[in-house]
Structure formats: structure tokens, C-alpha cells
T-cell receptor, first 113, second 114 residues
Framework: EDQVTQSPEALRLQEGESSSLNCSYT??????LFWYRQDPGKGPEFLFT???AGEEKEKERLKATLTKKESFLHITAPKPEDSATYLC??????????????FGQGTILTVHP | GAVVSQHPSRVICKSGTSVKIECRSL??????MFWYRQFPKKSLMLMAT?????????EQGVEKDKFLINHASLTLSTLTVTSAHPEDSSFYIC??????????FGAGTRLSVL
């Protein structure tokens, strides 16, 4: 069974204090790993897709990386508006899953001014 | 970017009534849509996968007679919560599958059953 574990559960940062969020996964045949951002009371917003180990993608203050066992979301010089829950999800090969994603439980990021 | 519209955003109903939630992909066609339920401070729980023109595939433990899904066109899927009870109160979110298997999510529907 696919497993996705995110750590830490919650992270408090001061504005400008860089850090990383972790997403560890166990899946037979990773086809893609997705990062989303979710604000309270809203649906998740797509950030990145990573397909193979060694791949990196960047968007503003965020950078996502992927290894064979985990993914990191690096946040550089965060601002209060980066406060949100960050979710990772995996997509695996095989079956009739129609692209079903398995989500981690999320990391709640709070950035204080 | 791809936009998914979900309505209503909030609904309050009496116990025993049925509630319909709509999910539309506005600028792309989606043969596959997904319905999730989210409990407070918890992650997304997949309820069912909706495919245009065919029956939905429900996850284990989800009552298909209570949560009726209809994917009548390439841009519209609906979730009907039948005979709603207070325990059905939750945050329901839909998504539509786009290119490269990216799921684009609606804004969610807060259901409160009195």
C-alpha cells in the first residue's frame, strides 16, 4: 500500500527564516510526486510536479526536489503570505487508478512577521 | 491556468434532505474528476473517482447509495448527498484531472446538516 508521510506536522518560522518541509514516500513504481498549497477553507492549489529522482523545480521562494525516497520543499526567505498547509501526493504506475493520488497529512506552515 | 468551479461554497440543510454539489472544469475538458472529503486539520480523503459516461468508482468504506456521483459531461460532475445526517457534515472538495495528471481543485463546499 502506498504511504506518504510529511514532516514536521507544523512549522513556525520568522519572516526571512529559510527552512524545508519533508515528504517521505513508499510506493511501488512512482510515476509522479505533486506539491500543493492549501489555505484555510479553500481547495488545494497546484505548485509542482516532479517525475524522477534528481529533478528540481522552482517558483518564487519555493523549490521542490526529489530523491528515490523523499521530496523536499525548500522555502527561502519566507513571507507571512506563505503561511498555509503544504500537501504532497504521489501517483504510481499500474492498476485502473485513473490517476488517483495518495496524499500526505500535510505540514502547516506559519510565518510570523 | 486551469480553473475548477465548485458550487455551492456553503450549504446548510435539515437532516433527511438531499444536497447536490456541482463541480465544473471551466477552461478544459476532464474525463476524470475526483471527490474528496476533508475533516478539520486532516488531509484529503478520496471518496470516489468519477469518469465521464461511466459509473463512479468508490473507495472502500464509502456508501455509493448515500453519495451519488454523476459525470454527465466532460466539464461537469455532481455529488449528491442523499438523506443527509449530521455525521455527513464536512468539507467536500472536487478536482478535475488535467494534463500530466495534475489535479486542479475546486474551492470546496462546507456542508452543515442540522
Amino acid at each position: 500500500e502506498d504511504q506518504v508521510t510529511q514532516s514536521p506536522e507544523a512549522l513556525r518560522l520568522q519572516e526571512g527564516e529559510s527552512s524545508s518541509l519533508n515528504c517521505s514516500y513508499t510506493v511501488s513504481g512512482l510515476r509522479g510526486l505533486f506539491w500543493y498549497r492549501q489555505d484555510p477553507g479553500k481547495g488545494p492549489e497546484f505548485l509542482f510536479t516532479l517525475y524522477s529522482a534528481g529533478e528540481e523545480k522552482e517558483k518564487e521562494r519555493l523549490k521542490a526536489t526529489l530523491t528515490k525516497k523523499e521530496s523536499f520543499l525548500h522555502i527561502t526567505a519566507p513571507k507571512p503570505e506563505d503561511s498555509a498547509t503544504y500537501l504532497c501526493a504521489v501517483w504510481r504506475y499500474g492498476g485502473t487508478s485513473y490517476g488517483k493520488l495518495t496524499f500526505g497529512q500535510g505540514t502547516i506552515l506559519t510565518v510570523h512577521p | 491556468g486551469a480553473v475548477v468551479s465548485q458550487h455551492p461554497s456553503r450549504v446548510i440543510c435539515k437532516s433527511g434532505t438531499s444536497v447536490k454539489i456541482e463541480c465544473r472544469s471551466l477552461d478544459f475538458q476532464a474525463t476524470t474528476m475526483f471527490w474528496y472529503r476533508q475533516f478539520p486539520k486532516k488531509s484529503l480523503m478520496l471518496m470516489a473517482t468519477s469518469n465521464e459516461g461511466s459509473k463512479a468508482t468508490y473507495e472502500q468504506g464509502v456508501e455509493k447509495d448515500k453519495f451519488l456521483i454523476n459525470h454527465a459531461s466532460l466539464t461537469l460532475s455532481t455529488l449528491t448527498v442523499t438523506s443527509a445526517h449530521p455525521e455527513d457534515s464536512s468539507f467536500y472538495i472536487c478536482s478535475a484531472r488535467g494534463v500530466e495528471n495534475i489535479q486542479y481543485f475546486g474551492a470546496g463546499t462546507r456542508l452543515s446538516v442540522l
